[in-house]
């Protein structure tokens, strides 16, 4: 009966751990123009930059087209530029 409980302690140890560490990780597709890139921060992109965020299970329609170009750190894609603040 000891080694039973004890494992039970431990699925459940486990499994809470596991929904804890899937909770605390974000997500997201963010979009300026046709160009997205993924990003696990939660950004406040400024007003002026266009920038729309996405789940990360979004897909684009069956008649739009984007480009991912991905890029490290917090921005944004402007043009052809990687634009910081």
Not at 8 to 32: D, K, Q
Not at 37 to 44: C, K, Q, R
Not at 48 to 66: C, L, Q, S, Y
Request: net charge negative; proline share 2%; charged share 20%.
């Amino acid at each position: 009966m000891r080694l039973l409980g004890k494992t039970a302690i431990g699925a459940i140890l486990g499994v809470g751990f596991l929904a804890a560490s899937a909770m605390s990780a974000s997500a997201a597709i963010v979009c300026s123009g046709q160009v997205c890139w993924h990003t696990h921060e939660a950004y406040d992109y400024p007003r002026d930059a266009g920038i729309v965020v996405h789940e990360d299970n979004w897909r684009w329609g069956p008649h739009e087209r984007f480009n991912f170009r991905e890029h490290e750190g917090r921005g944004y894609w402007h043009g052809d530029k990687w634009t910081t603040w």
